[in-house]
């Protein structure tokens, strides 16, 4: 068979080839040493895609309860409370701000 596969690095120590295969670095695999041939001819398999940034998800699961918190009618006296949890959305929507969106 002639086919010509493409690879994709992968966050663990598999590699990924077009047509779905995870091959393990085991040299005594025959798809392994195909991948290092083709590597050999001067190929570069496709880097290992971005991950989204865990602490992103984190903040927004934080914002989403503050806003849960905000929505219940209120008395006259909780007027501190809100402006506390609204300082708290404001740091949180700044830290979010500054993170990259992938690690």
């Known amino acids: 068979m002639n086919t010509t596969y493409t690879y994709q690095l992968t966050q663990y120590t598999s590699i990924l080839r077009s047509d779905g295969?995870?091959?393990p670095p085991d040299p005594a695999n025959r798809d392994y040493a195909e991948y290092l041939?083709?590597?050999a001819a001067?190929?570069?398999p496709t880097p290992v895609p971005p991950q989204p940034n865990p602490a992103i998800a984190a903040i927004d699961a934080q914002l989403a309860a503050l806003d849960i918190k905000r929505i219940r009618p209120?008395?006259?006296?909780?007027?501190i409370y809100l402006a506390t949890l609204n300082q708290?959305?404001?740091d949180l929507r700044t830290q979010r701000a500054m993170l990259p969106l992938t690690i």
């Open 21 to 23: 295969a995870s091959i």
């Open 37 to 39: 041939a083709w590597i």
């Open 42 to 44: 001067g190929n570069t």
């Open 74 to 79: 209120t008395a006259e006296g909780d007027t």
């Open 88 to 90: 708290q959305a404001v």
